[in-house]
């Protein structure tokens, strides 16, 4: 492992080998720290000012300037004429130990791929790999060997002071904590890839002992089920941080927790492809206090994205709860189209009760999500895989606000509670019913504090017949207030559910005398 660079235009098939191979069961790393409370500042492409690693399995951080390359970081990749890259241990095993960062100077970087800081705990393998090159496709391959146990530890990130980044995919504070070997690969380059995008495949010996059963379609169908753990995520911004990111695909927290192989692609515009093959077992949690200041000026930008990728353990009995609780206790701003400000991502099989993902979304007093930009929603509930349930609960006691999107969607069973301002439609988005009778839908209820000035939905999920027979889903109680659009402003909101207005509510509607219009629900 470590670090290295490459240069070089010729075309044709190359191998860097920067990492493990063979059994060795002792391929563990060490404790990572690092203070900060000076000023680092700097310039030019995949230019990031802190980066910290505990990779277990070999890798490290490798940078290539070149054409046709094929590239290894911790194994041996599929040679191809149009490039590969593959993150992972080969026939051995790892384990990441705790990273922890603290930043209390002002971090700046100008360029694309440029991030503030970047904290990485990995187990079987993997890092970071950073492209620019002219192949028309790379391939991408996340993953250590199938027959090893690998784990990740915990990633601590706490920061007081200024970051601000300027470049397509320069994310702020990004913290990957993954279990079965993996990372991050930043891919940049002078051609388009609207056609040929960076294409995640399979690991390469599953692809080689499955693809003649099954076929490629299918390279995992049956496959043995592995022992990988992904740590916990921790960030902290107190009072005093200020972050700031201007370009497209730049969130400004991006925090990442995964059991198998996997990680994330930062793709040439700077979007994000997150990554697991539900081949581990379990992830860890993940925390995220959120003080001072966040905004975001790109694209596709979030504010804060929260990622808990577990893998396919419904096979094991012992309890296993995950945890995601994101707390904003200061103000979180994005300004570009569909950069939402909080987006909690799951994955993986947790069917059964005692396996669920508890997600919890609190909005302190006096605290801001508000996003304005086309398609952003303020806070997102995104489930990559039907059969994991999560029970989320949203609190808002601040204000929340999306200017075109949702103020709430969310694709789980969700309970929303509001004593603050809640500005926006809000929709349900999974089914209403999932596995094994397990309900999706939304149940909110509005307090005697609190507001919400509707856009025009509220779906909550449950149709009205079915919401009469149920005790809270698919139901608003409002003991507050409740005005659509807002005072002033002429809005229908349709809403799919049941309402029921306690003594003391307000219903507000607005009447326009002179045209006849009103405010509906």
């Keep these: 492992g470590g670090t290295s660079a490459l240069a070089d235009p010729i075309h044709h098939v190359s191998s860097i080998f920067f990492g493990v191979q063979g059994s060795s069961p002792y391929n563990h790393a060490g404790q990572t720290t690092v203070v900060n409370w000076g000023e680092v500042s700097t310039k030019g492409m995949f230019s990031s000012a ?12 490798h940078l290539t300037v070149q054409n046709r390359r094929s590239e290894l970081l911790g194994a041996n990749a599929l040679a191809s004429e149009t490039g590969s890259v593959h993150l992972g241990a080969l026939n051995g095993n790892g384990s990441g130990n705790p990273v922890t960062i603290t930043s209390g100077g002002a971090l700046s970087t100008t360029g694309d791929f440029a991030l503030g800081i970047l904290g990485q705990s990995i187990g079987g393998g993997g890092g970071l790999v950073t492209l620019d090159n002219d192949a028309s496709t790379t391939l991408v391959d996340f993953g250590g060997s199938w027959d090893r146990v690998n784990r990740s530890d915990t990633v601590t990130i706490v920061n007081g002071g200024q970051i601000a980044t ?75 941080s200020d972050i700031r990111t201007y370009g497209d695909g730049a969130a400004a927290i991006y925090a990442q927790t995964i059991a198998g192989p996997g990680g994330l692609v930062q793709m040439p515009d700077g979007s994000l492809l997150s990554k697991t093959y539900n081949r581990g077992d379990r992830a860890g949690n993940v925390t995220i206090n959120a003080g001072g200041r966040l905004e975001t000026h790109g694209n596709q930008a979030p504010g804060i994205h929260a990622a ?49 993902t508890a997600v919890d979304i609190a909005v302190a007093p006096g605290a801001t999500i508000a996003v304005s930009g086309q398609g952003s929603d303020a806070i997102r509930i995104a489930n990559a895989t039907p059969s994991h349930v999560a029970t989320t609960t949203i609190t808002n006691a601040g204000m929340v606000s999306s200017r075109s999107g949702f103020a709430v969607v969310s694709d789980q069973k969700t309970s929303v509670v509001n004593s603050g301002t809640l500005t926006g439609s809000i929709k349900a988005s999974g089914p209403v019913w999932a596995f094994k009778g397990d309900m999706r839908g939304i149940s909110l209820t509005n307090t005697a504090s609190g507001s919400i000035l509707s856009g025009s939905a509220i779906d909550l999920g449950v149709d009205n017949l079915a919401a009469a027979t149920l005790p809270d889903y698919g139901r608003l109680q409002n ?13 229908v909101t349709n809403l799919q559910g049941v309402y029921v207005g306690a003594s003391g509510s307000t219903l507000e509607v607005d009447l326009d005398m002179r045209g006849g219009g009103s405010d509906r629900l």
Excluded: C
């Design 166 to 240: 300027r470049g397509k995919g320069a994310i702020a504070v990004l913290a990957q904590s993954v279990g079965g070997g993996g990372g991050l690969v930043q891919a940049d380059s002078p051609i388009t890839y609207a056609e040929t995008p960076i294409t995640i495949i399979a690991n390469k010996e599953d692809r080689d002992r499955y693809s003649w059963t099954y076929g490629l379609s299918d390279p995992f169908h049956h496959a043995e089920r592995l022992l990988n753990f992904g740590g916990d995520i921790r960030v902290t911004l107190t009072p005093m």
């Design 50 to 61: 802190i980066v910290a690693q505990s990779i277990g399995g070999g890798g490290g951080a």
């Design 479 to 491: 003991f507050g207030l409740l005005s659509p659009g807002g005072r002033g402003v002429l809005q």
């Design 308 to 356: 808990m990728l577990d893998g396919d353990y419904s096979w094991r009995r012992e309890q296993s709860h995950r945890q995601m609780s994101v707390n904003v206790v200061g103000s979180v701003n994005t300004f570009g189209a569909a950069s939402h400000g909080i987006v909690a991502e799951l994955s993986g099989n947790a069917s059964l009760s005692e396996k669920q």
